[in-house]
């Protein structure tokens, strides 16, 4: 009992002992874990972010507090800057734009919230002020200090500048692309052999005294400005400049003048107060075509871009329609001729047993002269035929409309109010000043084909020609703008008369 007592206390005191080792490695290698966690968290390991998080908010405890407060171009230049809080408070934002990092200590442990120093990359940036051939893709910069940064050969693509201190920063064959830069501050910047392709500024950006003795349009080093040569002194800010105060409107595959004079117009109508000029129409080749508007610096350029592409779009449209309009009723005339000529031979026999009315007309000094040198002669053998040998005028067109709506009158009472929507109609094209002759010669000669049809409301030819009549009337009145008096009339008219027409 004895023996068996002893071998059990030294049992415990063995067991006992292993697991004060065991206690004792466990603790080593959780202050050795610890350890490492904190030493990568502090190093930027995306791992362990939380970890940093949680340590820089747990040290920042009682040291120095600027959250929520204004700090717009504060100068911490070499200061300490371990545990403090750059927050937000809960009732605003703190303002950091346009403060100096530079040569400050321990930033990387300051409480930074969701500003531009939570980036790694750009807080580094702020500090050295050194970014030879870094890479900043994407990175926020908005509203940071830059000036004399050394940002020679870096990636700034799709980098946000906006509102940065650039002034006098190097930006030396720097790629700039699709950047956007609006209110940035570039005076005397260096920017000799940068990459501009698609980046963004605007009437806000700063260029004055910019340094710069060439550049590139494109990405690897294409479309070189000037193509020879370098800058004069100056030549580049005057250039951009001229740039800030136009939209440029490209055309890929040709242009429709009458389709691109519609939306100009109208675009002016819908800016009233902004005066709009073209500058330049260059052609590119290949079918592209750049036209060059001069605005104000401060229109709203993106907006009067997006109203112009919008419009020109449903102006071309509306003429494509238009003209194929136009094309279906030549064919339409072309088939109701093969018809027709069928039965010339039952026409000519009709028209000779029909009676012949010959009227001349002839002013004082024409009486004298013989009857082959007449210059007018109407011819009415069941129908009008000019003689003159020349084109109608308008006042014609006009006056052979108006004669067929009056014949519209007579043939039953009902057709007087189709009579009188289509007198209406002839008169609102009439007097549109939007609309040239040749378009309003044009527009009258369908009214006249909707008059005819409405004489012979049984005659289905006449309706298939009537149909187009109404479409070709659309594709005129879709190609000028709303306020136009005879987009206004026809949007009234039409319903009422293709209604009437429905007999």
């Not at 890479?135 to 693509?157: E, M, P, T």
């Not at 650039?166 to 005076?187: I, S």
């Not at 494509?320 to 109701?336: P, T």
Request: hydrophobic share 45%; proline share 2%; net charge neutral.
């Amino acid at each position: 009992m004895i023996s068996f007592a002893v071998a059990v206390a030294v049992a415990g005191i063995v067991i006992g002992a292993s697991a004060v080792a065991v206690a004792i490695a466990g603790t080593v290698l959780t202050v050795l874990f610890s350890l490492y966690m904190a030493r990568r968290a502090l190093k930027g390991d995306e791992k362990f972010a939380l970890v940093r998080l949680f340590g820089i908010a747990f040290g920042a405890m009682g040291g120095t507090s600027f959250c929520g407060a204004d700090l717009t171009g504060a100068n911490f230049t070499g200061a300490k800057l371990k545990s403090t809080n750059f927050q937000a408070s809960r009732q605003k934002q703190t303002i950091l734009d346009q403060v100096c990092w530079q040569e400050v200590n321990k930033l990387d442990r300051a409480r930074v919230g969701n500003s531009i120093l939570a980036n790694a990359a750009v807080r580094d940036l702020l500090v050295s002020r050194n970014g030879y051939k870094k890479s900043y893709v994407k990175a926020d910069f908005r509203g940071a200090n830059l000036s004399g940064a050394n940002l020679n050969q870096a990636n700034l693509q799709w980098a946000d500048l906006s509102e940065a201190n650039l002034q006098q920063a190097d930006l030396r064959e720097a790629n700039l692309r699709e950047a956007l830069l609006l209110g940035t501050d570039l005076t005397r910047a260096h920017l000799t052999g940068a990459c501009i392709e698609a980046w963004n500024i605007d009437h806000t950006t700063v260029l004055e005294a910019v340094d710069c003795q060439y550049l590139y349009l494109m990405r690897q080093q294409q479309e070189r400005r000037p193509s020879s040569g370098n800058f004069a002194p100056g030549e580049f800010t005057k250039l951009f400049q001229e740039v800030l105060s136009t939209v440029d409107l490209i055309f890929r595959n040709g242009v429709d003048w009458k389709a691109f004079v519609a939306a100009f117009q109208q675009v002016q109508v819908e800016n009233e107060g902004t005066e709009l000029a073209i500058q330049s129409i260059e052609n590119k080749g290949d079918g592209v075509v750049v036209a060059r508007v001069n605005v104000p610096p401060d229109a709203n350029k993106e907006k009067i871009h997006s109203e112009f592409n919008q419009i020109y779009e449903l102006a071309l449209q509306a003429l494509e329609a238009k003209y194929h309009a136009e094309l279906q009723a030549k064919d339409d005339q072309i088939i109701i001729y093969r018809q027709q000529s069928a039965e010339m031979t039952k026409i000519v026999q009709m028209m000779a047993n029909r009676p012949v009315t010959v009227e001349v007309k002839a002013s004082a000094e024409s009486k004298a002269m013989n009857d082959s040198t007449d210059q007018s002669r109407n011819i009415n053998a069941g129908r009008d035929i000019n003689l003159t040998g020349s084109t109608l005028n308008l006042g014609e067109i006009s006056g052979n409309v108006s004669n067929t709506i009056h014949q519209l009158k007579t043939t039953r009472p009902e057709a007087a109010q189709l009579a009188d929507l289509l007198t209406q109609l002839q008169q609102a094209i009439e007097q549109d000043p939007n609309l040239p002759d040749t378009d309003k010669s044009e527009a009258l000669e369908q009214v006249n084909t909707l008059a005819k049809a409405g004489q012979n409301p049984q005659d289905s030819t006449l309706k298939k020609l009537a149909n187009t009549s109404v479409k070709i009337l659309k594709g005129t009145v879709a190609a000028l703008p709303d306020a136009a008096k005879l987009a206004e009339a026809c949007s009234k008219l039409l319903p009422a008369i293709v209604s009437l027409l429905a007999w």
